[in-house]
């Protein structure tokens, strides 16, 4: 066995309990600690990349119990490129956190972040749904400890409605996994990409129910319409570094989708095959209108990001809702982007609220901000990729995704939602930044002349290092392109998926 597998899982949790246990008083030590150990990772795991990219799809047995008996963590193209880019969105969190000083503001950020990310790890890597619980629980509670980090009313009102809107998405997960045992006796994803495609046509009605209450809750997961509402308000009200990092949560839900309705529910899954096909395109079209809608009619930049955020899902599900190689790839593709500028967004707003005189981000001219040049800059260049014009990588991603619907009998409907929106958004993301960076009262323009002091290095590292990013899937997207296709026809194989977990030879 590949014994580097476990080891995204591992390090996290050893790393925050060290921390809590030995250096909960020593800020700089948990400093130092915290992105050696996010780099080691990111090492890791862009070493898992590099082997995934054989197309040889491993299985790591915890305490060496054979699936589906076992633990059993999976690693393939689609795992190792998810666990890359939490690695990538982590370290800029980090350095962010560190350099705008957000650590200081509570107790235990470091570790926190530590246990965040292995439920991130953990979900992206698990090859048994039961586990895949687990993992968001571990979700759930360390983004609730980062969320209300710093204290505040409104951020622990916020941190509440997430965590109870939460808590009953994991409640029909757990009807759900019950109903899935019942049936099939495995919750093994392997296992039961067999088992549920020898279910006789009468017998599949509480599969079908399971199934259905699985894609709720990866919807849930995903702040799908209508079941977005904790997203706005969550991610508007947290620190500025934990938005951030909340721009890879809502992928999780995407990821479940595309891993259990394409191996489990997919197309040789007999009677139960194609169960999300009809039910999760309208979904997709509504979250796509109602962040958009939503975007225009922001009142404070934080909202705006969440709204934007929302809509970025939509897009997203648009093209895995297809249920084709060629859409998924193209939905790989702006996974990877709408990540990315949606953490840089999240950071940019919290550079306005420091920036800005007497704080705040509200869309209103009163308040100036002083030598904004650069964040400015920031913003236009995530209003651009969330907006998807060039010539950024949402440019790319959108125009994958059209192309790779065009053909389909919504493909036209796909277009016209996605290219309206796209103008929409725009026009939203052109006046919030005329509201911020150009008008002003007379008041405010006094305050221009002020002397500032430089901005802090080590936050601009962090946005301009995922700008970087953004501009590095530009230029390497034909060959990316060519890595997410091979992924997505490998999505598209659960035969070699279930070879390799239950120990078969591979087709």
Known sequence: MNHWIIAPLLLPPLVGAVM???????????RIFSVAAISLVLAINVL?????????????EIGAWPAPFGIILVLDRLAALMIVLTGVIALAVVLYAIGTDWDRRGKHFHALLQFQLLGLFGAFLTGDLFNLFVFFEVLLIASYGLMIHGGGKRRLQAGVQYVVYNLLG??????????????????????????????????????RVAAVLLLLVFAVKAAAVPLHFWLPATYAEAPGPVAALFAIMTKVGVYAILRVFNLIFGVDAGATADL???MLLPVAFATLIVGTIGVLGAPSLGRLAAMASIASVGTLMIAVGFFSPAATAAALYYMIHSTLSSALLFLVVDLVRQKRENGGERLSPDFAIVNGGIVSALYLAGAIGLAGLPPLSGFVGKLSILS?????????????????????????????????????SDASREMFAKPAPPPPALPL???????????AITILAQPLTGFLRETSQQIHNPASYVAAVMGEQTP
């Open 20 to 30: 809590i246990i030995a250096m909960r008083h020593d800020l700089v030590l948990e």
């Open 48 to 60: 898992l990349l590099v082997q995934s990219s054989s197309g040889a799809i491993q299985s790591y």
């Open 170 to 207: 994991s409640t029909l997960f757990l009807f759900a996994l019950g109903t899935i045992y019942a049936v099939t006796g495995t919750l093994n994803m392997a296992d039961l990409a067999v088992r549920v495609a020898e279910i006789s046509p009468d017998s599949t009605s509480l599969v």
């Open 276 to 278: 999300a096909g009809g």
């Open 404 to 440: 790779s619907v065009r053909n389909h009998d919504l493909g036209f409907a796909a277009w016209a939602v996605i290219l309206l929106t796209s103008l929409a958004l725009v026009v939203g993301f052109t006046r919030a930044g005329i509201i911020i960076f150009w008008q002003g």
């Open 461 to 471: 590292v962090a946005a301009f290092g995922l700008l970087a990013s953004m501009a």
